[in-house]
């Protein structure tokens, strides 16, 4: 009987230990490193940008390579050397100051459904706010300028595999397409595997500089009155 208790206190432990360690969220680090004593750390970014959200079937932005896609689109107002982006799913009982969230979330904020986040930072050829609009991002060229599966520095899910994502992309300045420049940016998620996406999120962009004007929207009806 003994024995009994001891292996149900122990399961209880674990499946705590990995409930709890999926609504932690450390600092968001960038490239830059710095020695402390006998660690080295990242350097956290200046600027957090944060979203709250709720993937489900059927409101997917595009089918790409058997894949289905949705988008969170990005407007940065100045020319930024680094940005980051990390996406972790489910958000859990994380708390997060004034981050916007959609209808989507609201609704299902208690969900407790989550996706192995696969992520990917786009930059198109709009460079004028007073340019966007549905009919020009569907007919923009989009470069994609990084993409990231899973990352061990983001907390676990709660199945305890390590498949939340994070991104760091330095400016190319030698070439124009993958600099980091004035423009309407968009951040791909999906899956790594072909399949359906469901569960909330929460993501980050993130810059080593102060980006006075950074708005981030699921649609561009939402990015447009942000603006």
């Known amino acids: 009987m003994k024995t009994k208790i001891l292996v149900l206190?122990?399961?209880?432990?674990?499946?705590?230990?990995?409930?709890?360690?999926?609504q932690k969220l450390k600092k968001f680090g960038s490239s830059v490193e710095k020695k402390i004593g006998p660690?080295?750390?990242k350097v956290p970014y200046t600027d957090v940008v944060s979203y709250l959200g709720y993937a489900a079937p059927g409101n997917e932005d595009e089918v790409k390579d058997g894949k289905k896609f949705y988008y969170i689109y990005l407007w940065v107002p100045a020319v930024a050397p680094?940005?980051?982006?990390?996406?972790m799913s489910p958000v859990g009982k994380l708390k997060i100051k004034g981050a916007p969230m959609s209808k989507a979330y609201e609704e299902n904020a208690s969900s407790e459904e989550f996706f192995d986040t696969?992520?990917?930072?786009e930059r198109s050829d709009i460079i004028s706010k007073d340019k966007i609009s549905d009919e020009a991002v569907k007919a923009a060229n989009w470069t994609t300028l990084e993409r990231n599966d899973d990352s061990s520095e983001m907390p676990k899910q709660p199945s305890g595999s390590s498949y939340n994502s994070l991104l760091r992309y330095k400016s190319q300045t030698g070439d124009p397409l993958k600099a980091l420049t004035v423009g309407l940016y968009r951040i791909g998620f999906t899956t790594f595997k072909t399949g359906e996406v469901k569960g909330t999120f929460l993501a980050q962009v993130a810059a080593p500089i102060k980006l006075p004007g950074v708005v981030m929207a699921k649609t561009i009806e939402d990015l447009k009155k942000g603006l």
């Open 82 to 87: 680094e940005l980051g982006v990390r996406m």
């Open 118 to 121: 696969y992520i990917t930072l």
């Open 39 to 41: 660690k080295t750390i």
């Open 9 to 22: 206190l122990s399961i209880f432990a674990l499946v705590f230990s990995v409930d709890s360690q999926a």
